[in-house]
């Protein structure tokens, strides 16, 4: 189905049930701490109205959640990064079953090779790699397993710093695309070995004789079970279970002046092929371990396999899954039934994705703007909403500041979620990059009046209206629906 053309003017919407301080307010009350950066400059007195308090108390929106062209783009804006027009018409046309089942039964499109990662020991910058990502984002013909892919890399995670080298931060982000849609079995096999894993979690160190407990905890509290569901001698038994991985061997090796200055040359890795890590069965412990409750000679995939057995690890997965795709503090008894739903299939993941995008709850009144847009989120979301391609290196420059910089998660348990997001410093940052994003937009701006009802569903507070409507030129419009709550929100 198609939307309706777009009115000239915004109405706001009715919002009937009173109560304490709502999403909205806090957003606009951030906003209005930071605008000064970025929005008067753009706007002149017209933003001045953000500057305003908002009352102590508010009204949520009214769900359009029953409107089948509102499913679709609830389901866009949370299991892809957005849309832009074109991907709107086509998953509105087809509906929200047959758009859950293309996005859940595509395969992911392969990345385009990364031209610097046989760069002798992964010198180049990070930077490069970031946008490179940005750009896919922007481009893929699957965005939901790129969503996926930005999932799994703030779940299993992994940092540029610790790794040391940034061709395996890139073969990471490949794996964690091509195993995103699969089964945690093989996932967890898969990030075990791959190689920047080894590195920033100590496998790649651990011996028999001398095995490292970083990774066997890691794995247990933040990648599956989650704590309480295990114990330090589990952790000890299972480090000697899983030691003996190291990385892959080089292509070959380049020698590489890293001190013009002091003339210090460093002999560095060249990696041309992608490869897992390598398991050398003389530095794996070869005794009798007990892991979680079994006794024997229990390797990798052994340790796996006691891991799916524990129900703590489905219920640990599927609440995080509801937590990034449907509410923040979803019910337990959702959370249960998809863990049980996972489970019996085997931990299959596009089984688990299905019983959310299909559940009452995903399309619950409760659910509707529930989520904060993470900073890579909101991002790639203007720019697809205003057709704009090229935006990626400002994109990564932004990402920072909004506290999300990829390849750099702040520590093992990756970034933070929904209002985790949102400071007086970030808000300036998300106001300043819209700022700049618009300025970068050379060609001519998508009609802003239709884009509130495309991106917004026409649905936004008296505030919000207010500004639009008074908004001189169609780049202050769009700094209006860029910049505000509602667009923040998922």
Do not use: C
């Not at 309480?228 to 002046?257: I, K, M």
């Not at 959370?335 to 996972?342: E, K, N």
């Amino acid at each position: 189905m198609s939307l309706d053309a777009a009115p000239d003017t915004v109405s706001s919407s009715p919002m009937p049930r009173r109560r304490g301080m709502t999403r909205r307010q806090a957003l606009t009350a951030a906003v209005a701490a930071g605008v000064g950066v970025g929005a008067v400059r753009l706007l002149g007195t017209t933003m001045q109205t953000l500057s305003q308090p908002p009352p102590a108390a508010g009204s949520d929106w009214i769900s359009p959640l029953e409107s089948e062209s509102a499913r679709v783009m609830h389901l866009l804006r949370r299991a892809t990064f957005g849309y832009t027009d074109v991907e709107l018409e086509s998953a509105l046309s087809a509906g929200f079953n047959r758009t859950v089942d293309r996005l859940l039964e595509t395969a992911p499109a392969e990345a385009p090779v990364f031209d610097a990662s046989p760069t002798p020991g992964g010198r180049f910058p990070i930077a490069q790699l970031q946008q490179w990502w940005v750009n896919h984002m922007l481009g893929t013909p699957t965005p939901y397993a790129e969503r996926m892919t930005l999932f799994w890399h703030g779940h299993f995670t992994s940092d540029y710093r610790k790794a040391a080298d940034n061709t395996l931060m890139y073969w990471q982000n490949l794996t964690w695309r091509r195993m995103a849609l699969t089964d945690l079995r093989s996932m967890l096999m898969q990030v075990t070995t791959d190689p920047a894993m080894l590195r920033y979690l100590d496998l790649a160190a651990s011996t028999g004789q001398s095995p490292n407990e970083n990774y066997s905890r890691e794995l247990m509290e933040l990648f599956t079970m989650g704590p309480g569901n295990y114990t330090e001698e589990d952790v000890r038994q299972g480090a000697r279970a899983l030691a003996g991985w190291q990385l892959p061997r080089p292509d070959s090796y380049a020698t590489v002046t890293i001190d013009n200055a002091n003339s210090v040359a460093r002999r560095l890795p060249v990696y041309t092929t992608q490869a897992p890590g390598v398991f050398n069965n003389r530095r794996a412990y070869h005794g009798t371990v007990t892991f979680l409750g079994q006794a024997g000679s229990i390797d990798t995939q052994g340790v796996i396999d006691r891991i799916l057995v524990q129900p703590a690890t489905a219920q640990l997965i599927a609440a995080k899954v509801a937590q990034d795709f449907v509410n923040p503090q979803p019910d337990q008894v959702f959370v249960t039934r998809l863990a049980d739903t996972f489970r019996r299939s085997d931990y299959d993941i596009k089984t688990l994705m299905r019983s959310v995008f299909t559940s009452q709850e995903f399309t619950a009144a409760a659910s509707y703007r529930a989520l904060l847009k993470s900073p890579t989120e909101l991002m790639v979301h203007a720019a697809k909403a205003l057709g704009a391609t090229g935006l990626s290196r400002v994109i990564v420059a932004a990402g920072s500041g909004m506290g999300q910089s990829l390849f750099d998660p702040p520590d093992v348990s990756g970034w933070p979620s929904n209002a985790a997001w949102i400071s007086t410093n970030t808000v300036v940052e998300r106001v300043n990059f819209v700022t700049a994003a618009l300025g970068q937009t050379k060609a001519s701006l998508p009609s802003a009046s239709a884009a509130v009802h495309r991106h917004l569903e026409g649905i936004v507070s008296p505030q919000t209206a207010s500004l639009f409507n008074q908004a001189p030129d169609e780049a202050a419009r769009w700094f209006i629906i860029l910049a505000s709550p509602e667009f923040q929100l998922k």
